[in-house]
């Protein structure tokens, strides 16, 4: 029988099972977690496996590399690099080196690191704290991306992104660490670029990602109170990205609205767009609407923040424009 787990403990399960099934898995930084309620949870890992919980300093591109060339030597790292919005700090040793290392060296190295970092808008971080690289990461051939929204995803996820010979980036949401979902009893690897359909329908289809796949599914129950059924899509995976479910859906409902907390302009809402755009024009009866950051700044002020992200509010309201739409 399923049962209720949080993120953070699903995730911690993956981890120390990881390190339980192969001795080259390490974790390099100790709070993958961050530093909240939850962060408690990881000391297990340092329990079980004391000299594999590695505590480097606060230096994300040394970091970055101690994992990538430890992948390439034959481990299996776990890194922890905090906050997304420092992420940028270890740009070059991700994109460049871990990246691109099975193809400089033809084939010769594999790059099995995984990468983790908390992303997102927090709650007053301000806008040094609150940004979501996984869009400008997704410009960046070579590394396979992952963002996980529940407890059910996570486990899964991560199993297989500490198995791969690939470089894995995993964003975490920060809002979602102590979010509680049915996890299924038998704990198997979830492969890459199979969306999940969280909730089907017939009159529009929402693809959301992260923590908007959770505002998704209340707007999705607020538009069946209205009569409108809303199919919720989570990609899970943005590399592999799986297309054919996302134009399965919008085959069946005619209409799309996607759904990522991260500004518009050359979002990850923005790159699927295109793509159902140029393979699936002929199922649309509506045009395809974004819900995303404006193109801005975020704010200290937590009233100003809550104005400017995704909600289900707004998720809700472009459904129901689209679902419209014929009408007019």
Known sequence: MPHQKTYAAAFVDALLDSMSDDRMVTLIGSAPLGLGPERHLTEELRHQYPDR???????????????????????????????????????????????????????????????????????????????????????????????????????????????????????????????????????????????DIKRHGRDVTIVALSICVHHALAAAVELAEEGIEAEVIDPRTLVPFDEETILASVKRTGRLVIADEVPQRASAASEIAATIAERGFDYLKAPISRVTRPDTPIPFSPALEQSLIPSARKIAEASRALCMYRNQ
């Not at 964003?171 to 299924?184: M, N, Q, R, T, Y």
Request: with cysteine; proline share 10%; net charge negative.
């Open 53 to 195: 919980v590695l505590d480097p300093p606060t230096a994300e591109g040394g970091v970055a590399s101690v994992g990538a060339g430890a992948a390439m030597a034959g481990a299996r790292p776990f890194v922890d690099l905090l906050t997304g919005s420092f992420v940028y700090l270890a740009w070059t040793q991700i994109v460049n080196e871990a990246a691109n290392g099975h193809y400089m060296s033809g084939g010769k190295l594999q790059v099995p690191v995984t990468y983790h970092c908390l992303e997102g808008v927090r709650g007053a971080g301000a806008p040094q704290h609150s940004q979501s690289p996984h869009a400008m990461l997704w410009n960046a051939p070579g590394v396979e991306i992952v963002i996980p929204s529940m407890a059910s995803d996570v486990y899964g996820l991560i199993r297989t992104a500490i198995a791969s010979p690939n470089p894995t980036m995993i964003f975490s949401h920060a809002k979602i660490l102590g979010i509680e979902s049915d996890v299924p009893p038998s704990r198997t690897p979830i492969p890459f670029g199979k969306a």
